[in-house]
Nanobody
Framework: QVQLVESGGGLVQAGGSLRRSCAASGRTFSTYAMGWFRQAPGKEREFVAAIRRSDGSTYYADSVKGRFTISRDNAKNTVNLQMNSLQPEDTAVYYC????????????????WGQGTQVTVSS
């Protein structure tokens, strides 16, 4: 089992920045990648970004590419999401997740999820 605890998030004005962090515990050595997803009201949960544990390769949704940066610290078992140039359409509940598979951009691949935290961007 892998436990994920998130921190960060909150309320910011359009154009501002926020940083999300996720601390993993338990059988973290078994995870292939860590990812971030988000879910806006009335919408499906969607992929935001992911990072492979082995070599740090990163993956981003087109909607956040160039604005968001995912990073990890394997020694501390943490993954971070730096969100810049935030826009109202980025408003959602953001979830940290961990997967043991190579399919890192699809939510069905992720077996472990954090509790989710609201990010609100005001216009």
């Amino acid at each position: 089992q892998v436990q994920l605890v998130e921190s960060g998030g909150g309320l910011v004005q359009a154009g501002g920045s926020l940083r999300r962090s996720c601390a993993a515990s338990g059988r973290t050595f078994s995870t292939y990648a860590m990812g971030w997803f988000r879910q806006a009201p009335g919408k499906e949960r969607e992929f935001v970004a992911a990072i492979r544990r082995s070599d740090g390769s990163t993956y981003y949704a087109d909607s956040v590419k160039g604005r968001f940066t995912i990073s990890r610290d394997n020694a501390k078992n943490t993954v971070n999401l730096q969100m810049n140039s935030l826009q109202p359409e980025d408003t959602a509940v953001y979830y940290c997740a961990a997967t043991n598979t190579m399919i890192v951009t699809e939510k069905r691949s992720y077996a472990y999820w954090g509790q989710g935290t609201q990010v609100t961007v005001s216009s």
